[in-house]
């Protein structure tokens, strides 16, 4: 049994705005699913760190949830900043449930346990927020990291963490997680977000603070999942 992580798959099998239109993202879909396919085992775990379907309600997921289903493993779910179908966890753990779709889960103010390991993650957010609303936002997502991984800790479990948002970006810390992850003593910070060539060599990707950090894009990655260890 394996761990993989990749984000941003911004699957749109439900609504009309496919990726193939920008540079590098041809046949997208199918580069995830042959990649995925050859290298994930139905005993093995891959957390999908936000930014999974661009649909707009939860009920638009369906034929984007059905793809993810459909593949290898068992698939772990955490929010992006493009996951505006996201609504409470009781209503998306009943839905899943409903559409027969067995092989995901919802990270939300919880943590999963693989291969030993505590998965755990929220959302995050930019890392320079100022405004008094991003920081509402920023320190909710700051207590949901906390509500993720405390629970973790305390039943004996290493976490490892999944964001969506960069906790450093073009050299710059977003202290608040930063904080949290130094508290905890996480040894490993995987996240998503960064988009292109340009973007990505602003991205921190490396050691710091005794965490080691990784980009997980999938156009970063190539369309493949990433082995945790």
């Keep these: 049994m394996a761990v993989y992580t990749i984000a941003d798959l911004h699957l749109s099998f439900g609504t009309d705005k496919p990726m193939d239109v920008f540079p590098g993202w041809t046949n997208y879909t199918e580069r995830i699913e042959k990649n995925w396919q050859k290298l994930v085992t139905d005993e093995d775990t891959v957390v999908i760190s936000g930014d999974i379907s661009w649909a707009m309600d939860l009920t638009e997921t369906y034929n984007d949830f059905d793809f993810i289903?459909?593949?290898?493993?068992?698939?772990?779910?955490?929010?992006?900043?493009?996951?505006?179908?996201?609504?409470?966890?009781?209503?998306?753990?009943?839905y899943l449930k409903d559409s027969g779709f067995?092989?995901?889960?919802?990270?939300?103010?919880?943590?999963?346990?693989?291969?030993?390991?505590?998965?755990?993650?929220?959302?995050?957010?930019?890392y320079d927020a100022e405004t008094d609303?991003?920081?509402?936002?920023l320190n909710r997502e700051v207590g949901r990291l906390r509500m993720s991984i405390e629970p973790a800790v305390k039943?004996?479990?290493?976490?490892?963490v999944f964001l969506h948002y960069p906790p450093i970006y073009n050299n710059t810390e977003c202290a608040e997680i930063m904080?949290?992850?130094?508290?905890?003593?996480?040894?490993?910070?995987f996240y998503g977000h960064i988009h292109g060539g340009i973007a990505a060599k602003r991205a921190f990707i490396g050691e710091r603070d005794g965490i080691s950090f990784r980009l997980i894009a999938c156009d970063h990655l190539g369309f493949t999942p990433l082995a945790v260890l």
């Design 155 to 160: 039943a004996g479990y290493e976490p490892i």
């Design 133 to 137: 609303a991003d920081m509402k936002v």
């Design 179 to 189: 904080d949290v992850l130094r508290q905890y003593n996480i040894k490993k910070c």
């Design 69 to 94: 289903n459909r593949l290898n493993g068992k698939k772990i779910l955490l929010k992006g900043n493009h996951d505006y179908w996201w609504t409470t966890k009781s209503k998306m753990d009943r």
């Design 102 to 126: 067995d092989s995901m889960s919802i990270l939300h103010n919880n943590y999963y346990v693989a291969d030993g390991l505590a998965l755990c993650g929220s959302r995050g957010w930019f």
